[in-house]
């Protein structure tokens, strides 16, 4: 019987491991035909970038009326303007700047007629005639009625809102940069 253990064990396992290769090697021409039919033009990397800039301000969309709170970064505490846009981004994994300032700097600069959803709107502080960046927030929609943006705003709102790009804004922009 101690003869007949050893053995059995070892066609057991000879058979678990065979019966291992043998399953994926099943599988092989259905990934390959899957991996054949996946998207490979431009369109579908824009419908990509579409789909991930929606979920993006689906995601920020969730944190509306969350107050506004100096230098935070956290949604049970509050955020400050560039504590929120960095989390929403970073929560997709982008890894951008945590102060407004440094998003001058940060994606590819483009121009108000090229607007995306999804693109970061970059402002002076409150005086607009100090020309220095102060204020950040993701384009929310862009439409026949121009572009809103959502942001956490230490103004009348304070806290997380959606704001039309007029009037006081508008006179606050510097710049407008593409992050996804």
């Given at each position: 019987?101690?003869?007949?253990?050893p053995i059995l064990f070892f066609i057991l396992s000879a058979t678990?491991?065979?019966?291992?290769?043998?399953?994926?090697?099943?599988?092989?021409?259905?990934?390959?035909?899957?991996?054949?039919?996946?998207?490979?033009?431009?369109?579908?990397?824009?419908?990509?970038?579409?789909?991930?800039s929606e979920t993006l301000i689906d995601f920020a969309k969730s944190?509306?009326?969350?107050?506004?709170?100096?230098?935070?970064?956290?949604?049970?505490?509050?955020?400050?303007?560039?504590?929120?846009?960095?989390?929403?981004?970073?929560n997709f994994g982008f890894k951008v700047p945590r102060s407004s300032?440094?998003?001058?700097?940060?994606?590819?600069?483009?121009?108000?007629?090229?607007?995306?959803?999804?693109?970061?709107?970059?402002?002076?502080?409150?005086?607009?005639?100090?020309?220095?960046?102060?204020?950040?927030?993701?384009?929310?929609?862009?439409?026949?009625?121009?572009?809103?943006?959502?942001?956490?705003?230490?103004?009348?709102?304070?806290?997380?809102?959606?704001?039309?790009?007029?009037?006081?804004?508008?006179?606050?922009?510097?710049?407008?940069?593409?992050?996804?």
């Amino acid at each position: 019987m101690k003869k007949i253990i050893p053995i059995l064990f070892f066609i057991l396992s000879a058979t678990a491991v065979k019966a291992q290769t043998i399953i994926p090697a099943q599988y092989q021409e259905m990934v390959k035909k899957l991996v054949a039919n996946l998207p490979k033009d431009a369109k579908a990397t824009n419908n990509q970038k579409e789909t991930k800039s929606e979920t993006l301000i689906d995601f920020a969309k969730s944190m509306l009326g969350i107050r506004y709170r100096y230098a935070t970064s956290n949604p049970k505490l509050g955020f400050d303007c560039s504590g929120f846009v960095s989390y929403v981004f970073s929560n997709f994994g982008f890894k951008v700047p945590r102060s407004s300032r440094e998003f001058s700097g940060a994606g590819k600069e483009t121009n108000l007629e090229n607007a995306k959803v999804g693109d970061v709107l970059i402002f002076t502080g409150s005086n607009s005639s100090v020309r220095r960046v102060g204020h950040v927030g993701i384009v929310y929609s862009v439409d026949a009625d121009g572009i809103k943006f959502i942001h956490a705003s230490s103004g009348k709102a304070k806290g997380v809102t959606i704001t039309p790009l007029n009037g006081h804004y508008k006179t606050r922009f510097m710049k407008i940069v593409s992050i996804i």
